[in-house]
């Protein structure tokens, strides 16, 4: 069983800047798909960026050039560092650990842009 926290969601004006970070409990994610969800209200699930072990990074055209994900095996983390933010960015932030056989979702943090 592979647990993931979420943490760094908060209230933040538009155009501002918020780093998220999800720990996990294991280092056998090192060798895993990691990647960051959002929901927004009333709406489904969408991809906002993913990483490969080998650090390939894909991410979701809404966020290009201003969402940046990285990861730092050596403790077990990902980042997903947001710029420039929008109302519309405004979700429930879910941390994704995938492999081949295997599939784990933190519990989600909250990110909401507002004046």
């Known amino acids: 069983q592979v647990q993931l926290v979420e943490s760094g969601g908060g209230l933040v004006q538009p155009g501002g800047s918020l780093r998220l970070s999800c720990a996990a409990s294991?280092?056998?994610?090192?060798?895993?798909?990691m990647g960051w969800y959002r929901q927004a209200p009333g709406k489904e699930r969408e991809l906002v960026a993913t990483?490969?072990?080998?650090?390939?990074?894909n991410y979701a055209d809404s966020v290009k050039g201003r969402f940046f994900i990285s990861r730092d095996n050596a403790k077990n983390t990902v980042y997903l560092q947001m710029n420039s933010l929008k109302p519309e960015d405004t979700a429930v932030y879910y941390c994704?650990?995938?492999?081949?056989?295997?599939?784990?979702w933190g519990q989600g943090t909250q990110v909401t842009v507002s004046s």
């Open positions: 990483i490969t072990s080998r650090t390939i990074t």
């Open positions: 994704n650990a995938r492999s081949i056989s295997n599939d784990y």
């Open positions: 294991t280092s056998i994610i090192s060798t895993w798909v």
